[in-house]
């Protein structure tokens, strides 16, 4: 089966807080790509960063960093010194097979909260 | 650049009637998806365009959603009649070339809402 889960529905914290976003998936392939992606109020759905399944190197990118491991199939989303720009829903997304498709298989998303 | 535009943002229709929405791609986007969100679940793939012609249309619901793309511009889904569980949020996204990556880009989406 083919499966993104995150867990967390909803996350609240206070700015300059740390937090976490979960993401694990499911796929019997060998080679899959793994994205996250931002919805924040306006809307659309903002590319954050894509991840092959050969390449377990953690990322990061200013405040945001991923940690991909796929001993436990998890590709997990830390944002540093939260914002409150950085109130959204984000999604976790699969691609399997991407010889042969192009879809995504996404997650449920969580909402994040950053208050002031 | 302009990006990937959805019409109309909003539309809230009664049970049973037909409403249309449409996708404009980013120019020279030769591949065009669609994709749905019910409230609180995951966003489902409905299908994918290579130009005008349908590469994939495995994820669309039953036969009362119908996708064109006519000319390989911009793209329509027609739901007819529309059902209440047909309520959620329609994404559009579009790559130049398939499976380019960094490169789909999705637009903001059109919220239906069935009474």
């Known amino acids: 089966a083919q499966k993104v889960t995150q867990a967390q529905t909803e996350i609240s914290v206070v700015e300059k807080e740390d937090v976490t976003l979960d993401c694990v998936y499911e796929t019997r392939d060998t080679t899959y790509y793994l994205f996250w992606y931002k919805q924040p109020p306006s809307g659309e759905l903002v590319f954050l960063i894509r991840r092959n399944s050969f390449d377990e190197q953690n990322e990061i990118s200013g405040r945001y960093s991923w940690n991909f491991q796929k001993s436990t199939s998890s590709f997990n989303f830390t944002i540093t010194a939260s914002q409150v720009v950085d109130s959204a829903v984000y999604f976790c997304a699969l691609r399997p097979d991407p010889y042969n498709t192009d879809k995504l298989i996404f997650g449920t998303g969580t909402r994040l909260q950053v208050f002031p | 650049e302009a990006g990937v535009t959805q019409f109309p943002s909003h539309s809230v229709i009664e049970k049973g009637q037909t409403v249309t929405l449409r996708c404009d791609p980013i120019s020279g986007h030769d591949n065009l998806y669609w994709y749905r969100r019910v409230m609180g679940k995951e966003i489902k793939f409905l299908l994918h365009f290579v130009k005008e012609s349908k590469q994939d249309e495995s994820g669309m619901p039953n036969n009362r959603f119908l996708a064109e793309r006519t000319g390989g511009t911009y793209s329509t889904l027609k739901v007819q009649p529309a059902e209440l569980e047909d309520s959620g949020v329609y994404f559009c996204?579009?790559?130049?070339?398939?499976?380019?990556?960094?490169?789909?880009?999705f637009g903001s989406g059109t919220r239906l809402t069935v009474v």
């Open positions: 996204a579009s790559s130049q070339a398939q499976g380019e990556w960094d490169g789909y880009t």
